[in-house]
């Protein structure tokens, strides 16, 4: 019988709403704390920093669907549906039962995930009256997104980033310029924050904390300028249920449903965008899917951190977030997986792995380039250091489906590609590169500072 590889949807297959799971977990994240009055935060609070209509769908709790709108799908259609694939030459090399399957979101413009976020985020924007929109990024992957979409709706972008992979990824900067962004490197001493973190600590290599509290100190003092995040919050992930909606009706085409979901984990938009409209269906006793967040070793906030409320960024600007966190002081090894460095997980995700909905792994870096090697060579799609964690965690599933013969069907996220990202894989193949474990005793000090 002939073999599909590829599944994909007709444009008008494409999702009309966004799965919005708050509304229907057991337990619902506890509310995020307003710093200053301690009071659980209302949207209001929300406004100053964030579009109102993003401010709105992150503490909504009680919608399950919400409308995508019209003009966010059109853009959408430039390269959506992304590729549901067979992963059958892994299959092979693995020698392992399992059906591998995965979600291509490398097809994306800007080469990840990112960019299903970035549209709506710069849409409700535009629709706003807003004129500029700021924001940190990590490895470039949010910036680039953010700047593409900025641009498609006229707006003006300023971006910083993390100052260690604005030096280790230059051609992400190239990328952000190219769509017309202003581009710093953090921490600067463009604003407040960044003084202050340079002050104590002149040689600081940035982390996503210190260029967030950056991002969000220009907006508040810029008029008609509204900050935006790629991942942690609530409304991200929201955005990046595209994909999982998308996954379910193209896994139904295969004539499979997954038993095990995996996806890398940052601060958990692209493992909650695929994971979360198949959940819905382990809320209802109707499935019993696993789902396996796969974390740097260097990283651990969800096997090794601690639930508790914790600021999103270095210098506390933000609000409150009960979420496994390893301290907003934590300065994570500059592990080549940039977009995982963060220091806490998004409120949903901390209070699902909190109940026992999903599970997480943590992941060396040599293992994760080894899982990426491997599957750039039967795949013949060179993954981003990020999406190696997955690759790498899913290994290790059809590898334990080999031992038991279990015909299990395994399906994970390739977040993005790692073709701006050649020099990691230099380094790996030069053997330059090392695993960081850190210890309990480095994450205690962390999370007490
Ligand atoms: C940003 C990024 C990640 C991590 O962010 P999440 O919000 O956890 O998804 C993973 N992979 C790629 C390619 C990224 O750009």
């Given at each position: 019988?002939?073999?599909?590889?590829?599944?994909?949807?007709?444009?008008?297959?494409?999702?009309?709403?966004?799965?919005?799971?708050?509304?229907?977990?057991?337990?619902?994240?506890?509310?995020?704390?307003?710093?200053?009055?301690?009071?659980?935060?209302?949207?209001?609070?929300?406004?100053?920093?964030?579009?109102?209509?993003?401010?709105?769908?992150?503490?909504?709790?009680?919608?399950?669907?919400?409308?995508?709108?019209?003009?966010?799908?059109?853009?959408?259609?430039?390269?959506?549906?992304?590729?549901?694939?067979?992963?059958?030459?892994?299959?092979?090399?693995?020698?392992?039962?399992?059906?591998?399957?995965?979600?291509?979101?490398?097809?994306?413009?800007?080469?990840?995930?990112?960019?299903?976020?970035?549209?709506?985020?710069?849409?409700?924007?535009?629709?706003?009256?807003?004129?500029?929109?700021?924001?940190?990024?990590?490895?470039?992957?949010?910036?680039?997104?953010?700047?593409?979409?900025?641009?498609?709706?006229?707006?003006?972008?300023?971006?910083?980033?993390?100052?260690?992979?604005?030096?280790?990824?230059?051609?992400?900067?190239?990328?952000?310029?190219?769509?017309?962004?202003?581009?710093?490197?953090?921490?600067?001493?463009?604003?407040?924050?960044?003084?202050?973190?340079?002050?104590?600590?002149?040689?600081?290599?940035?982390?996503?904390?210190?260029?967030?509290?950056?991002?969000?100190?220009?907006?508040?003092?810029?008029?008609?300028?509204?900050?935006?995040?790629?991942?942690?919050?609530?409304?991200?992930?929201?955005?990046?249920?595209?994909?999982?909606?998308?996954?379910?009706?193209?896994?139904?085409?295969?004539?499979?449903?997954?038993?095990?979901?995996?996806?890398?984990?940052?601060?958990?938009?692209?493992?909650?965008?695929?994971?979360?409209?198949?959940?819905?269906?382990?809320?209802?006793?109707?499935?019993?899917?696993?789902?396996?967040?796969?974390?740097?070793?260097?990283?651990?906030?969800?096997?090794?951190?601690?639930?508790?409320?914790?600021?999103?960024?270095?210098?506390?600007?933000?609000?409150?977030?009960?979420?496994?966190?390893?301290?907003?002081n934590f300065r994570p090894a500059n592990i080549h997986a940039g977009g995982l460095r963060y220091h806490g997980a998004g409120v949903i995700v901390s209070q699902l792995l909190k109940d026992g909905?999903?599970?997480?792994?943590?992941?060396?870096?040599?293992?994760?380039?080894?899982?990426?090697?491997?599957?750039?060579?039967?795949?013949?799609?060179?993954?981003?250091?990020?999406?190696?964690?997955?690759?790498?965690?899913?290994?290790?599933?059809?590898?334990?489906?080999?031992?038991?013969?279990?015909?299990?069907?395994?399906?994970?996220?390739?977040?993005?590609?790692?073709?701006?990202?050649?020099?990691?894989?230099?380094?790996?193949?030069?053997?330059?590169?090392?695993?960081?474990?850190?210890?309990?005793?480095?994450?205690?000090?962390?999370?007490?500072?």
């Amino acid at each position: 019988m002939e073999k599909t590889k590829r599944y994909m949807l007709a444009e008008s297959e494409i999702p009309r709403r966004w799965y919005n799971i708050q509304a229907e977990m057991p337990n619902k994240p506890l509310p995020p704390i307003h710093p200053a009055t301690k009071q659980p935060l209302s949207p209001e609070d929300l406004f100053p920093i964030f579009a109102e209509e993003l401010s709105r769908q992150e503490l909504n709790q009680e919608d399950a669907w919400i409308e995508i709108p019209e003009e966010v799908r059109e853009k959408y259609k430039f390269y959506r549906s992304t590729p549901l694939v067979r992963a059958y030459a892994l299959e092979e090399a693995l020698g392992t039962p399992a059906h591998i399957y995965f979600k291509n979101e490398s097809v994306s413009p800007m080469g990840s995930h990112k960019l299903n976020s970035a549209i709506p985020q710069a849409y409700y924007c535009k629709q706003e009256g807003v004129k500029n929109v700021t924001t940190e990024t990590g490895a470039g992957q949010w910036g680039a997104s953010l700047a593409y979409a900025a641009k498609m709706f006229g707006l003006e972008a300023a971006v910083y980033q993390v100052k260690i992979s604005y030096e280790q990824k230059p051609y992400r900067k190239s990328i952000m310029q190219t769509f017309g962004a202003q581009v710093t490197p953090s921490p600067s001493m463009s604003t407040r924050a960044g003084k202050d973190i340079l002050t104590r600590t002149p040689n600081h290599q940035g982390s996503l904390g210190t260029a967030i509290s950056e991002a969000v100190e220009l907006a508040q003092t810029t008029p008609d300028c509204k900050y935006t995040l790629g991942s942690v919050l609530s409304h991200v992930t929201l955005h990046q249920t595209v994909i999982g909606l998308e996954a379910e009706k193209q896994m139904e085409m295969a004539g499979e449903y997954p038993d095990v979901v995996i996806a890398c984990f940052g601060g958990g938009s692209n493992f909650g965008g695929l994971a979360f409209p198949f959940m819905r269906h382990n809320f209802t006793g109707e499935r019993q899917t696993r789902f396996i967040a796969a974390e740097p070793e260097s990283c651990p906030k969800l096997t090794r951190g601690k639930f508790m409320y914790d600021f999103g960024d270095e210098a506390g600007y933000t609000p409150l977030l009960p979420m496994f966190t390893l301290g907003h002081n934590f300065r994570p090894a500059n592990i080549h997986a940039g977009g995982l460095r963060y220091h806490g997980a998004g409120v949903i995700v901390s209070q699902l792995l909190k109940d026992g909905m999903m599970e997480a792994v943590d992941i060396p870096q040599l293992e994760s380039f080894e899982a990426g090697t491997l599957f750039a060579r039967t795949e013949g799609i060179i993954p981003a250091p990020e999406s190696c964690h997955a690759i790498a965690a899913t290994i290790r599933e059809a590898l334990k489906a080999k031992e038991t013969g279990e015909e299990k069907v395994i399906l994970f996220n390739l977040s993005g590609h790692g073709l701006i990202d050649m020099a990691s894989y230099d380094k790996y193949f030069a053997g330059d590169l090392q695993n960081h474990t850190i210890s309990d005793a480095e994450i205690a000090a962390s999370l007490q500072s």
